[in-house]
Structures are given as C-alpha cells and as structure tokens.
C-alpha cells in the first residue's frame, strides 16, 4: 500500500461515506498466479493484500468486515477451462464468481444510502476514539505520580556508592516528607497569594464608609 492508495480510499469514505464499504466487491486485478512475488505463494500474496486494503479501509473510518473479494484477470493469457472461461487460482472462472459476489452483495446487504453526516464524521480523524483521552491523560498522571515515588524511595534507600544503613533511610525518608510538607505550605501561600487581586476594588468613598463606624450620634462629629 502507497500512500496514492491509502488517499484514493480515505477520499471515497470522505466523500460517499463509510457504509460505501458494505457494498462494495473489491476486485483484485492481475490475478494469476505468476504474479505473486518470487518466494511467496499466491494464496499468501492474495490474502496479504487483502489484509492490507481492508486496514487502510479500517483506517479510513469505513467497515471492511462485510466486502468481498474477487480475482479478476484480463490477460489474453489467462488460462481457460474446458468452457472456454478464463479461469483464475483453484479452477475458479473468475466472471461467474465476481457476478455471483455482486449478486449476492446486492441481495443480502442492506442498500447504499448516502448520509452525509456519517460521511463527515468519517472524515474527521478528530472524532475517532475521544472518549479515550480522558483514560489516557490519567494513566498519564498516575504513571508519573507512582515513578515519582518510586524515584524518591530510591534516593532515600542508597546511591552510586551502595546501600544506606537502616538509621540514614530513616533520616532521608524524613527529611523528604519534610520536603514535601514544606512545598505544600509554598503552593498554599502561592495559591492565596494569587486569589487576592480577585477581589474587585472598591470606589475611594465606599472604601472609607467601610473603614469608618459611623454613629447617629452628633457630638461626637460637632467642631
């Protein structure tokens, strides 16, 4: 697969939608069997390259499970039977088999409607599997909670030059929760330190009417 390819099915999903898949018959062209490559068995060849449209077709945003595959061959040199049909791998007369799978397609899987809503869904890699951000950013964040703590019971346990005895673990265990407990009151103040400028300023004179008790009383505000 080329990218040529793999930008031909992604424009056909984009375009008439993923369900175009359900109805379509793949048809693998150049059919006999000389073409497989030198070393690999046709079958092998065949179901590899299957394996290889029906994933680009995956990727596209199109379901591959229900198409099927026909081999096609049109050379002038194409074996025949005793009927004078042009026969492909296993005796198969590739017209009737590719007739009889368009056929059957035709009666047995619901027919093509075009929506294109589903189409441009489709389209959107965007779309495609969101509901596992969320999983993924906290196996993120648990992944690196858990190697900080690992890391930092390393430390307290030894260095390059060997193992801690058991009183020198006790000592660095606790100077870390120190640590720790010392960069949780700096985050607190920091986080409080940032929330004051929140509060709305007040005009000048509702600034001094709060700051003074004013009473009914006239002596106390008589020259």
Known sequence: MDQVDKAVISGITRVMGPQIWSNTVLCLTRASE?????????????????AQIKAAVDAAGGASGDMSVALVETDSRCPVNADG????????PWVADLLEKVVDTALNV???EYRPAAAKKAADPNRRRKWLIPLILAAQVAAKLLLDRVMDDDGCKGDANGPFDAQTVAERR????????????RREKEKQRDAKPVAAAMPAEEA???SVDFEDDDDEWAD
Do not use: T
């Not at 606790?174 to 009151?185: F, V």
């Open 34 to 50: 000389s073409s497989a490559p030198p070393g690999v068995e046709f079958e092998d060849h065949v179901a590899l390259r299957e």
């Open 85 to 92: 049909e042009k026969i492909v791998s296993g005796e198969v």
């Open 110 to 112: 619901a027919p093509y």
């Open 174 to 185: 606790q100077e870390l929760k120190q640590e720790r407990e010392r960069a949780a009151k």
């Open 208 to 210: 001094f009417e709060e």
